[in-house]
């Protein structure tokens, strides 16, 4: 179980954007995937949910090829993509119910999401209508509706006022307790507050994979540490 990562490579024309990555993160872990802009970070996360095609090697998700058994594996994995794609028009409890049907959980389910998200006042707004924030909350709401195993979290607190961050933050930790979870961040608070381990991208190769505090070594924090593997 958790996920199997091995030499994975993607290409766009001659520049690798993945370069023989390869790790694998155990059941409950929650990981921080960092790497300065152009990494990689999202390519690998929309490789692992697969939303791209990537040139070679594997990746193994709960047991699942995400190659030869790609339905099983998307179903055990919810993913908050980077800028939070949503349905602008639609209504917050409308947009769940149709995510509800696509996922095939029933609308019941989405009343709790709801209820866990904190967006049970604001259900019958339009998304369009609803702060940064809160449409953050729906993206998390859309990602945890069918009680995935797995979740994949890209920059989930991108853009967010500090009061916002504090509480998706929160949201984060309530769900990380029962979930495998992959989280791209820049903010290095975030991964000290809710990570156990970091893998660190640059150029499209995995420069570190440790605990937090071995990362962390010699330098006195995680932004030093950052800027020291990656300059
Ligand atoms: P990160 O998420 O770490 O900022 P990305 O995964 O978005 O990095 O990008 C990794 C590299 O791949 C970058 O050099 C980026 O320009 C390139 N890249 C990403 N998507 C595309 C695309 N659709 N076409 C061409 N190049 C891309």
């Given at each position: 179980m958790g996920i199997i990562i091995n030499g994975l490579t993607k290409k766009y024309d001659q520049q690798f954007?993945?370069?023989?990555?390869?790790?694998?993160?155990?059941?409950?872990?929650?990981?921080?995937?960092?790497?300065?802009?152009g990494a990689g970070k999202s390519t690998l996360m929309k490789s692992i949910t697969n939303a791209i095609d990537f040139d070679e090697g594997d990746i193994v998700v709960n047991n699942y090829s995400v190659t030869t058994e790609a339905i099983k594996a998307k179903e055990v994995i919810g993913f908050l993509q980077e800028n939070n794609p949503l349905y602008?028009?639609?209504y917050v409890k409308e947009y769940l119910h149709f995510v509800?049907?696509?996922?095939?959980?029933?609308?019941?389910?989405?009343?709790?999401?709801?209820?866990?998200?904190?967006?049970?006042?604001?259900?019958?707004?339009?998304?369009?209508?609803?702060?940064?924030?809160?449409?953050?909350?729906?993206?998390?709401?859309?990602?945890?509706?069918?009680?995935?195993e797995i979740l994949i979290l890209d920059e989930p607190t991108n853009g967010l006022d500090p009061n916002q961050i504090i509480e998706i933050r929160e949201l984060i930790r309530e769900i990380g307790k029962e979930k495998t979870v992959i989280l791209s961040t820049h903010i290095m608070q975030e991964v000290e507050a809710l990570c156990s381990r970091v893998i660190l991208l640059n150029n499209g190769r995995v420069i570190a994979d440790q605990s937090i505090e071995d990362f962390k070594g010699q330098y006195q924090n995680l932004e030093e540490a950052f800027h020291a593997l990656t300059n």
């Open positions: 954007a993945l370069n023989k990555v390869t790790f694998s993160i155990n059941e409950g872990e929650v990981v921080g995937l960092l790497g300065p802009n602008m028009d639609m509800a049907e696509v996922r095939k959980v029933s609308k019941n389910r989405v009343d709790d999401v709801l209820l866990k998200v904190g967006l049970e006042a604001e259900q019958h707004k339009k998304i369009q209508q609803l702060s940064k924030g809160y449409k953050q909350r729906v993206g998390i709401a859309q990602a945890i509706l069918f009680d995935p």
